[in-house]
């Protein structure tokens, strides 16, 4: 089925602000609406830049800042980020903003700033469609005890705990950690584990509907190609991993069950051509995002913004 496209023929963020209530709504049942402003925006990044920048106020919401990222990413502009860097020649597949918080955004604007040279497209799946294509007995397995991220923060291995918290002292980290609702332990030779417990299926907070919300496949081990998988693997063991997904009870997500999750999506995945000037205003529960693998320098621009718990 094919996104609704709003065709924006006036000033971008008064245009927005006058049906602001309609585009969201519109969002939660189709997972995301395209906002076409190409005539104002198209081939003129500073324009798009701040555009987005002061979207999140047109729709009466605020930006909601990237935390606990699990890749660096960059600020293009002051509340403008790029996507999380993550290798040209690997599919990002089906993901949230921010599902691995305690206070995942409730919308994420996409919009491209330079395109790929080849490939790179945004995929999109419906988190309800997702939910009821998986077998019963991992719904019931998730939905009784959510799912589990476990980092384990050695130095110069991937992102640091440091860059994570933004503070270099450990006294702040666990303030931070309570906050933000994330159980933190400190080894004897400096390293930290971060494991955060979330729950496997959220309801909509516009529509009702239960939704398949969480990144358990896409933060597993199992989405790592061999030969990287294998010596991770050897080198830690699952429970040592820099990054990985448990089920609820700590236990490791079987290859049965990943393939099964992973699976899930595709019955409604759909893949969206994002031109120059179009912004892709997502429903964060509602729809899971993704991308094709690309060649080139592409830079697509994101701006999370609200909150599911007060959205
Ligand atoms: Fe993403």
Not at 46 to 53: F, N, P
Not at 55 to 71: I, K, M, T, W
Request: proline share 6%.
């Amino acid at each position: 089925m094919a996104l609704p496209v709003a065709d924006v023929d006036a000033e971008v963020l008064g245009w927005v602000a006058d049906r602001a209530d309609e585009l969201l709504a519109s969002a939660a049942v189709d997972g995301a609406v395209v906002l076409d402003a190409r005539r104002q925006l198209a081939g003129d990044s500073a324009a798009l830049l701040s555009v987005l920048q002061q979207l999140p106020d047109a729709f009466g919401s605020a930006v909601a800042p990237p935390r606990e990222n699990f890749a660096s990413r960059i600020e293009l502009a002051p509340g403008v980020w790029s996507t999380p860097e993550w290798s040209g020649d690997r599919e990002m597949c089906a993901h949230h903003e921010g599902a691995q918080l305690a206070d995942p955004p409730a919308w994420l604007l996409m919009a491209l700033v330079r395109p790929a040279d080849s490939g790179g497209e945004v995929f999109l799946a419906d988190t309800r469609k997702a939910l009821q294509e998986l077998p019963i007995e991992l719904r019931d397995d998730f939905a009784a005890d959510g799912w589990l991220l476990q980092r384990n923060f050695r130095p110069h291995l991937g992102v640091g705990w440091d860059e994570v918290f933004g503070t270099k002292d450990p006294v702040r980290v666990e303030e931070l950690a309570g906050q933000w609702l994330v159980d933190v332990e400190w080894a004897r030779d400096g390293s930290l584990r971060a494991t955060s417990r979330r729950p496997a299926i959220v309801r909509h907070p516009g529509t009702g509907a239960d939704c398949w919300f969480n990144q358990l496949a896409f933060l597993n081990h199992l989405s790592i190609p061999e030969p990287e998988r294998a010596v991770l693997l050897d080198a830690f063991g699952v429970g040592g991993l820099p990054l990985t997904t448990l089920r609820g009870d700590g236990t490791a997500v079987s290859a049965d069950q990943y393939d099964a999750i992973s699976r899930s999506y595709l019955s409604s995945q759909q893949t969206v051509e994002l031109l120059s000037g179009q912004i892709l205003l997502v429903d964060n529960v509602a729809a899971a995002h993704g991308r094709t693998p690309f060649t080139g320098l592409r830079v697509v621009a994101e701006v999370p913004f609200g909150h599911v718990a007060s959205s």
